[in-house]
């Protein structure tokens, strides 16, 4: 059989149109039509065969540390993130006879005796550990489930032997709450899409219909809308400052450029903490820029603005952070761009401000495309600074993937959340290619 | 070029010895700050054994369900939260202690029945109680001082801003205690939709006014740059504020939520042994009355209570802490000792609502 692998599948790179002129060139056959052979009397192809199999290998051995790298990195961690997203293989482990008995019933009438006799019997088998476990995944569902299952795991050794109905609502008598029931249903398949709807404020209902949430507890489509709207906000802010900043790094004398660029990176290398709280001193309400607003009369002292620990806070302080993330791309093209161009459009007879416009900018788009997507792709998944300045208004998405990943422990959630994200911007960067091809893009 | 081979071999047999004499020493991982130096001070600086690492992080069970996952336990003893030491324990992320192995009381009493409150798991090492507290700087308000949790919540008599936190634990309980809730049926009133509906209607009547903190220091700046006239912090930064740098602050201990703090043992810690060895040392009476010699929280234990009673002025500047303490007799019957177990069922969805009310 022959090995299939990283050579033999792929389709013989070899004969380059040299290579095959040698081949074929009637130069010293050993038989005249016979195959063509090296001077140790091996026939040529396989003997070239043979020394590019080697450096084949041999290319293999380089590229192969990144390419372990970018599966340890990227390929792992990404497999188990969208693995976790649908995985839910515990309950159908834990509580195999509760969900065939759940099958059964016609999810409206009060559960039978068949049907506490299943919990029963499943619960006795199980490993502690598992379904302590359960008990939280299962409260996900409906709140309240976690203490049953810890209570009825605590009180099974209580119990002795049928009927087991009336002994398990004696242990608690949220037994007999049929909407513990009915919330089985969404756990019933060992692969769900209930983390992803949950990511959008929808979920299963007990017959695995789709629908949503209590109107109190929706909070990521307003999320999911939020981290949009900022990031826009925050690229097209960036966009508008970083542009003339840019260009006149771009057109300054070298000894002016240079200053302006050490202005540029000194925040990047400030420890972003450092930067928060400084917008945190200046924006706050008895912060400078109040204090001097209020000082200077054009405010009034009840009046004071809420600049920070809200929406408008997360949006100046993440554009500051991010500015140059633009300014660098945008500026590494302007540099490229012959000053000779717009003295040709001038002497052509465009205006100043039409040349800029129709030769200038058009040239400045592989930059700013490559400043957009990079800054979008940033603040589409920030976290830290939402979470010191964000208050009541200005969290973001990232945010609650944090807290999931630290706090509820719902990494089902988590993941599918990242998902999504993950899909957000490899859609975008799709699109961004249609529109105006990534080849164009220019990232420094 | 043998001497380079010589030298390479020689660190790496003195870098795989020093990996050997790392593990014979402690990783204890707790809050930053304040907190953290009474601990060293308190636990670390009594102890005999092992060299003990101090390392700090930002509370959660990310990391530490990250470790016992992959394998690859690197901590010994954390530092925990109430509702996390239960679900980390329903998860297996934490060894179980033997309750034997622990210190009693002077009186003779186990330990599990010395603390204060009910011992929740086998996993659990009493720690220190602390508490959400509700408080304001003097001379903020002319002629009647707020006074309760009923104050906190009503913005015609005292007015201003108030400052509270990003996540529900606490607020639900305050507003349900101001709302006129018996502290002994709180909890009761939770477990049902209306009495949900009900705290968060009290809420919506600070909604305007609310000013929201997610880092621990930030409402003590609140209420002293006065953006707000009063604020919810945890009762260990209103203590060392006034104790330590002289501020006037005044804490309104009527309607504080008192919260659990416990340690645990990681499952599979490398250094599992000793790590038990000085939990046992922390957990002492004598060693849980030190800590607060240092920071305003109660320890869990009644006998290492009765000692810092029977000793003041107990705290290192000379001052009586018991007046600072939230656990001690006087203010407990306005007190609600928060049930970690609801916060564990319901929390999630409360959680929810209260990012949604928050941000509406």
């Keep these: 059989m022959r090995r299939r692998g990283w050579f033999s599948d792929r389709p013989r790179v070899l004969p380059s149109p040299l290579i095959e002129n040698f081949l074929t060139m009637p130069a010293s056959p050993a038989k005249p039509g016979g195959p063509l052979l090296t001077a140790d009397g091996m026939p040529l192809k396989t003997s070239l065969e043979r020394s590019l199999k080697l450096s084949k290998i041999r290319a293999l051995g380089l590229i192969f540390p990144p390419l372990l790298f970018l599966v340890i990195l990227f390929v792992i961690p990404i497999g188990s993130l969208l693995t976790r997203s649908v995985d839910d293989g515990l309950s159908n482990k834990v509580l195999p006879k509760t969900l065939a008995a759940f099958e059964r019933w016609d999810k409206t009438s009060e559960p039978d005796e068949s049907m506490f006799e299943a919990v029963y019997l499943d619960m006795q088998a199980a490993d502690t550990l598992d379904l302590s476990k359960l008990g939280t995944r299962m409260n996900y569902e409906k709140s309240g489930w976690r203490s049953l299952v810890k209570i009825t795991m605590r009180g099974l050794n209580r119990i002795d032997g049928p009927p087991y109905k009336p002994a398990m609502l004696q242990l608690n008598k949220r037994w007999g709450d049929i909407e513990f029931w009915q919330s089985l249903g969404a756990m019933k398949d060992p692969v769900t899409l209930g983390y992803y709807l949950k990511a959008v404020d929808l979920k299963y209902d007990g017959n695995k219909n789709i629908m949503r949430v209590k109107k109190h507890n929706r909070i990521y489509q307003m999320l999911w809308w939020r981290t949009f709207l900022v990031s826009i906000i925050v690229t097209v802010g960036c966009l508008i400052l970083a542009y003339p900043v840019a260009h006149l790094l771009a057109n300054l004398p070298l000894r002016l450029s240079n200053l302006l660029m050490i202005c540029v990176l000194m925040p990047f290398w400030t420890s972003l903490l450092v930067r928060i709280v400084s917008w945190m001193v200046m924006l706050q309400q008895n912060g400078v820029v109040n204090d001097s607003l209020v000082s200077l009369g054009m405010l009034h002292d009840e009046n004071r603005l809420s600049m920070m620990y809200n929406f408008t806070g997360t949006v100046i302080v993440m554009t500051q952070i991010l500015l140059p993330f633009m300014i660098l791309p945008i500026y590494s093209v302007m540099k490229t761009i012959p000053p000779s161009y717009m003295k040709a459009a001038q002497n052509l007879g465009a205006t100043p401000a039409l040349a800029f416009i129709k030769v200038y900018m058009p040239q400045t788009i592989p930059g700013v495309g490559a400043g957009c997507i990079l800054v979008f792709i940033v603040a589409i998944g920030y976290y830290i600074t939402p979470e010191l300045v964000g208050g009541k208004d200005g969290r973001l998405i990232g945010n609650l993937i944090a807290h999931h990943m630290q706090n509820s422990l719902n990494w089902g959630l988590a993941s599918a959340m990242g998902a999504i994200l993950l899909i957000a911007i490899l859609t975008l960067y799709w699109v961004y290619d249609k529109l105006v091809g990534v080849d164009n893009m220019k990232m420094g | 070029m043998r001497n380079y081979v010589l030298t390479t071999v020689f660190s790496a047999v003195v870098a795989v010895g ?343």
């Design chain 2, 18 to 360: 020093m990996i050997g004499t790392a593990q014979a020493e402690i990783n204890v991982v707790t809050w930053g700050g304040a907190y953290a130096v009474s601990q060293q001070k308190a636990y670390g600086d009594t102890w005999k054994g092992e060299k003990i690492n101090w390392i700090n992080y930002n509370g959660g069970l990310g990391e530490i369900r990250t470790q016992v996952e992959s394998g690859a336990v690197t901590w010994d003893v954390v530092d925990v939260l109430p509702d996390q030491v239960r679900t980390g324990c329903d998860e297996g992320l934490f060894e179980s202690l033997d309750r034997g192995m622990f210190v009693p009381a002077p009186d003779g009493t186990p330990m599990d029945e010395d603390t204060m409150n009910k011992v929740p798991n086998d996993c659990v090492a009493p720690n220190i109680f602390w508490s959400y507290l509700a408080f304001y700087e003097e001379g903020t308000f002319k002629g009647e001082q707020p006074s309760t949790i009923a104050d906190f919540f009503d913005v015609e008599k005292f007015p201003g801003k108030r400052g509270i936190h990003t996540w529900p634990n606490a607020l639900i309980e305050m507003a349900l205690l101001a709302d006129g809730v018996p502290i002994d049926r709180i909890y009761e009133v939770m477990r049902t939709d209306k009495g949900i509906d009900r705290a968060f209607a009290k809420l919506d009547q600070i909604k305007d006014h609310a000013v929201f903190w997610s880092a621990g220091s930030k409402p003590i700046e609140l209420v002293k740059s006065g953006e707000t006239s009063m604020a919810l912090a945890y009762n260990g930064r209103v203590g060392a504020a006034v104790l330590n740098e002289g501020e006037k602050l005044v804490p309104i201990w009527d309607g504080q939520v008192v919260e659990e703090e416990w340690w645990v043992v990681m499952k599979g810690a490398p250094n599992a042994e000793a790590a038990k060895k000085f939990l046992v040392h922390a957990t002492a009476p004598e060693q849980q009355a030190a800590q607060a010699k240092w920071i305003n929280y109660g320890p869990m234990r009644k006998s290492a209570l009765d000692l810092i009673k029977a000793n003041e002025p107990w705290h290192n500047s000379g001052v009586n802490i018991m007046p600072y303490m939230p656990t001690r007799e006087e203010v407990l019957p306005r007190s609600i000792f928060a049930d970690p177990s609801w916060w564990a069922d319901y929390g999630g969805e409360i959680s929810e609502r209260y990012t949604s009310w928050m941000s509406q």
